[in-house]
């Protein structure tokens, strides 16, 4: 295949397993919290369901096993993406068939589960993105890899509104997801190009590293209820009303899960996780580039963990509305943001892109504090026709309010741009060897802000009320950008092509 057909296979695997790795989000995240919203759950109870996102920053974990073992036929990377998606799939089928009012507790199972196979899907199309990008490609292919997730976000977390007012089901919307799944399954399987064959697992003892997977398990166990017992032993309740209590316990839990069951996996010899994160750590100014992964997208998690609720519940916005602003019209915006990041990438360095788009992310989350004190049709508002596009149709003219518009729109442009700085700097970080463990640990961190500030944004937001909340996620953005002009010697000097090292 000429050279730059290649390319062009490359960057169109990479935009598809961008879709397919953006879809899932929102069905555990915005589409599921309007499902919450209109069942008639509470804002702090739905806050407190953002957890159920946890194997998002938890992925690392068993990444380490996609790394070593090799599905049989399929390949290491391609293999793990068709079993992922085809369990995806059935795994949002049987959600569709659950009511989170009358069945909270296995309805809460049942995400927690589709983030787990979704995380495991984002590590395998994260290392596969990685490995099969060339380093000139990848500026253009964090920004199409972005622009698809973009896209799939405007099918799951805008679309899917539109069609659960005009269907009047929930159960329904999350059905069609579960068939767009299996359909990516069998794309995954017939048209993705292979990786370099030159990109082999770590030589380990198959039986050792499974020994050691399963110790760091029963670590991160005994490390939560030991928390959690020494808590109850000061005489706290975990079932106390006070949500903050409740919080304390899930944050505690974790604060001690994580240094155990890293020290069980070094007694045990956990050696792709040992070996991987050695690597990662070797690196100059690694605990900084860590700190700054952890800060840099912190306020756009602020902002934007409760803006579904915000918007049908604080402001009265119908779901139809708040889907139309947020994802049909936006989606020509979303794709300018995603494309021009990319181009805008090739021509600047990548500390620059960090900078500039991180300051116009920290922009975007003051907008919608000016949302929030002005209010539903402080710029008045126009009429959108009926249409028909054959994947969504609306029925009857529907309102649209400006000030919601420009808000949103603007988000959607920064928040693409940010992200695809984001992803390249990312790749940037990652070694060969380990892409899968290392691309989701940094990516697990990413993802800190926007799953643990759910529980504490539902119940912040009803303390001090949504002008003061959106004012406080422009503060918690400014830590980020202080990182990047910071570290602008590091990350100028990242080397933009890690191969293979042991």
Excluded at 18 to 25: E, I, K, V
Excluded at 228 to 251: C, E, S, V, Y
């Amino acid at each position: 295949m000429p050279a730059s057909l290649a390319s062009a296979h490359r960057i169109a695997a990479v935009l598809f397993l961008g879709f397919a790795s953006g879809l899932p989000l929102a069905l555990t995240g915005q589409a599921m919290q309007a499902w919450l919203t209109v069942d008639g759950v509470d804002i702090a109870t739905i806050g407190f369901l953002g957890l159920v996102g946890i194997p998002y920053t938890f992925k690392f974990l068993w990444a380490p096993l996609m790394d070593r073992f090799e599905p049989p036929f399929l390949g290491r990377r391609r293999g793990w993406l068709v079993l992922t998606q085809l369990a995806l799939a059935a795994m949002l089928y049987l959600m569709s068939g659950l009511s989170p009012a009358a069945a909270p507790l296995p309805f809460a199972a049942a995400a927690v589960l589709v983030a787990f196979l979704s995380a495991s899907q984002d590590v395998v199309v994260d290392a596969y993105r990685t490995d099969v990008l060339e380093a000139r490609e990848r500026g253009l292919g964090a920004s199409m890899s972005v622009f698809g997730y973009r896209v799939a976000m405007i099918l799951s977390g805008g679309i899917s509104l539109i069609w659960a007012e005009q269907w009047g089901s929930w159960s329904q919307v999350y059905q069609v997801m579960a068939l767009i799944f299996l359909v990516a399954a069998g794309v995954s399987l017939l048209t993705l190009p292979r990786v370099s064959s030159a990109l082999k697992p770590l030589a380990s003892d198959p039986g050792r590293e499974l020994l050691g997977f399963f110790a760091m398990l029963a670590g991160v166990l005994v490390g939560a209820f030991a928390a959690r017992w020494l808590l109850i032993g000061l005489g706290l309740d975990p079932d106390d009303a006070n949500k903050w209590i409740q919080l304390l316990f899930i944050m505690a839990s974790i604060a001690a899960a994580l240094p155990l069951g890293y020290w069980s996996a070094r007694r045990a010899g956990f050696e792709t996780l040992n070996r991987s994160l050695d690597s990662f750590l070797a690196q100059p100014g690694a605990i900084a580039f860590l700190l700054l992964i952890v800060l840099y997208k912190l306020g756009d998690a602020f902002a934007g963990v409760l803006t579904t609720p915000f918007l049908i519940k604080g402001l009265a916005f119908t779901q139809a509305e708040v889907g139309i602003v947020n994802k049909i019209i936006g989606i020509w915006l979303t794709i300018f943001g995603a494309l021009a990041a990319g181009a805008i990438m090739l021509r600047i360095s990548l500390y620059q892109a960090l900078l500039v788009f991180g300051v116009l992310q920290l922009l975007s989350n003051f907008g919608f504090y000016v949302l929030a004190v002005l209010g539903k049709g402080a710029w008045g508002g126009f009429t959108l026709p009926p249409f028909d596009l054959g994947f969504v149709a609306l029925d009857a003219p529907q309102h649209i309010d400006t000030l919601l518009m420009s808000v949103i729109a603007f988000e959607n442009i920064t928040g693409g741009m940010g992200t695809a700085a984001f992803v390249a700097l990312l790749m940037s970080l990652c070694n060969h060897r380990f892409t899968a463990t290392h691309y989701a640990l940094l990516s697990a961190l990413a993802a800190v802000g926007r799953i643990y500030v759910s529980p504490l944004s539902g119940v912040l937001s009803e303390a001090i009320g949504w002008p003061a909340f959106f004012l406080f996620s422009v503060v918690a953005a400014v830590p980020g950008i202080w990182m990047v002009w910071r570290m602008r010697a590091a990350i100028t000097g990242l080397n933009g092509d890690k191969e293979a090292k042991t």
